[in-house]
């Protein structure tokens, strides 16, 4: 580990840092075997299929070459770039936008920007899709459709939605050439309409689960249209998961096991805080894959179990005047996992008090970059002094490389928690459910039989003010 890595410090989780409510070293020391045997297992696993996604770092040269290929014909030749997608199909392109691209990229002028305007649609609200429509011009678009089953609901038909607009814009030929998947290499619908329409793909390896798939093309074609360097990014993931071979220096076992520990004592929360508003949509990334992960009614045991632990996403210094209060004084439910970012990308220093209020001398030629780090230290401890548990994430910048590293980190820590928790981190059997009614209400065939039972849930009028 050196000086630059990546660094998780987890003081203010201990008992002799924080007093009572934190977690003292027995305790710790007490959960060390389960700890290593979560290493273990999860090191066991990576030949079997859902894990997959842990090789992603390490073979795709090829895959790499395509996708850098592809990316730079649509900066030469188109003005926007879209992806249709939901949860872990979208998400991840959403953190590599906001994480590596200018905080105002679509505002920029074209040589500015040196990439297309970008938008990841994951919704199906109606104003939002036509609010989309009303800003592109579909003539100039790529969309990339983004669905590892190739049935999901939302995207197939936003995908119909533009197909029918681009046809009548372009002739099907040419509209064709507006669209690319990634999907699976086998089945789904998506990739039937891809033979019939001989539309490019790239592919989602199997054992690569949404949630899991962001160094796959699902993330990689998003952002090597938008120049990032994404060997740089699955040269941070390999980093991290060489790293993480080694029980001693995984910071993602590491946490992971904190989180379990404090789960255990009643802290059934996780509040997901970076001080940095680039990584704002991280904590949603993170949210979904920690609920959508550990959220399990049954163990592998087929154990009733109904474990997870809540993720909440915040951001600082924003929400230490909202949320703040809450996690300071509120019920001692919940740990707070900060991001610090040692380097911001830009700063920015505030004048010399020429207004010559002395109360504003504190303020006078003070960075921002100073001024963010030092509110970071501030909730910190006083989250600390009031014996709340937190602890922070630090890296250097916010660069590809790191976004590797801490995609790969969490990604870790929470298969490590699945272990903890012994459920399957890799299926969404709630989601599933919900995807289901949603064709049996649309009337998709071979749905037929759940109508009736959903019928019973949504027409009731008995409880309505
Ligand atoms: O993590 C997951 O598996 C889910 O969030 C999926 O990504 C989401 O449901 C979209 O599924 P698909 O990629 O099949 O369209």
Request: aromatic residues 10%; charged residues 20%; hydrophobic residues 40%.
């Amino acid at each position: 580990m050196g000086k630059n890595d990546l660094l998780f410090d987890y003081n203010n989780m201990m008992a002799d840092v924080i007093g009572d409510n934190g977690i003292t070293n027995e305790e710790l020391n007490s959960y060390m075997d389960k700890a290593k045997l979560a290493h273990y297992n999860f090191e066991k696993k990576k030949g079997y299929n859902m894990m997959e996604w842990t090789k992603l770092p390490y073979e795709q040269d090829s895959v790499a070459q395509e996708i850098e290929a592809f990316a730079k014909n649509v900066r030469q030749n188109f003005d926007y770039f879209v992806v249709l997608g939901i949860g872990g199909s979208a998400l991840g392109a959403s953190v590599i936008f906001d994480a590596l691209c200018h905080y105002n990229h679509n505002l920029l002028s074209k040589d500015k920007r040196n990439a297309p305007i970008f938008f990841v649609e994951d919704n199906v609200d109606p104003d939002r899709m036509n609010a989309l429509l009303d800003v592109v011009d579909i003539k100039k678009t790529m969309f990339n459709v983004v669905t590892k089953s190739g049935k999901t609901t939302e995207t197939l038909a936003q995908f119909l939605i533009v197909y029918k607009l681009l046809k009548r814009a372009l002739g099907e030929e040419e509209a064709n050439k507006h669209i690319v998947f990634t999907t699976d290499r086998k089945k789904g619908d998506l990739l039937q309409v891809a033979k019939q329409k001989n539309i490019k793909c790239f592919y989602i390896p199997e054992g690569v689960g949404g949630r899991y798939s962001v160094l796959s093309p699902v993330g990689l074609l998003p952002a090597s249209v938008l120049g990032v360097d994404i060997r740089d990014m699955l040269m941070g993931a390999r980093d991290m998961e060489e790293r993480c071979k080694n029980f001693e220096s995984n910071p993602a076992v590491m946490k992971a096991v904190l989180e379990f520990i404090s789960y255990n004592k009643g802290l059934k929360i996780n509040v997901m805080m970076p001080y940095s508003q680039s990584l704002k949509s991280f904590s949603s990334w993170y949210a979904q894959l920690m609920g959508e992960s550990l959220g399990k009614r049954l163990s592998l045991d087929n154990e009733v179990v109904n474990v997870g632990i809540t993720p909440v996403s915040a951001l600082g210094v924003t929400d230490q005047h909202s949320q703040q209060q809450l996690y300071i004084e509120g019920p001692n439910d919940k740990t707070i996992t900060f991001i610090t970012v040692s380097n911001t990308k830009t700063d920015i220093i505030t004048p010399s008090n020429s207004l010559n209020i002395k109360e504003l001398d504190y303020i006078s030629n003070v960075n921002l970059g100073k001024l963010i780090y030092v509110e970071n230290t501030a909730t910190r401890y006083a989250l600390s002094v009031n014996g709340r548990m937190n602890n922070t994430i630090i890296i250097p910048q916010v660069n590809a490389y790191y976004l590797g590293q801490l995609f790969t980190m969490c990604m870790y820590e929470i298969v490590y928690l699945g272990e903890m928790f012994n459920i399957n981190a890799f299926d969404q059997p709630g989601v599933e459910d919900g995807k289901i009614a949603t064709f049996a209400m649309l009337n998709k065939s071979g749905y037929e039989d759940r109508l009736e039972c959903i019928e019973m849930f949504t027409v009731l009028t008995k409880y309505i003010v």
